[in-house]
């Protein structure tokens, strides 16, 4: 069961830094609405090219952490990686769905 888990914590994360890639190197399909705005006539601030690949290659890595962590990859990792791997992926996620009290996560205004 854990592995199923994994392979389809592995298919999301990598679809989701495959979009990032895309949109790194020009794409502009889904880009529209995800950067928020304070009204509908203030244009987004869309980032860069290496912003965006810092988000899809951190992706990617967690992608193949779910891999690693089900044995399906064997690469052995630094102990505090296994130990505390899956606390860090959760808190970066919680932090991103809290927001920043302004656009983005529970706390937007």
Do not use: C
Request: hydrophobic share 55%.
């Amino acid at each position: 069961m854990a592995k199923i888990i994994a392979l389809v914590l592995f298919s999301i994360f990598l679809f989701l830094s495959l979009v990032h890639f895309y949109w790194a190197f020009g794409g502009k399909w889904g880009a529209e609405g995800v950067y928020p705005t304070p009204d509908a006539e203030t244009p987004p601030k869309n980032p860069g090219i290496v912003p965006t690949l810092i988000v899809a290659i951190g992706l990617f890595a967690f992608a193949v952490f779910y891999l690693i962590k089900v044995r399906i990859i064997l690469l052995e990792l630094p102990l505090w990686l296994q130990n505390y791997g899956l606390w860090v992926l959760t808190s970066i996620f919680a932090i991103r769905a809290i927001g920043d009290f302004k656009y983005l996560g529970f706390s937007k205004k």
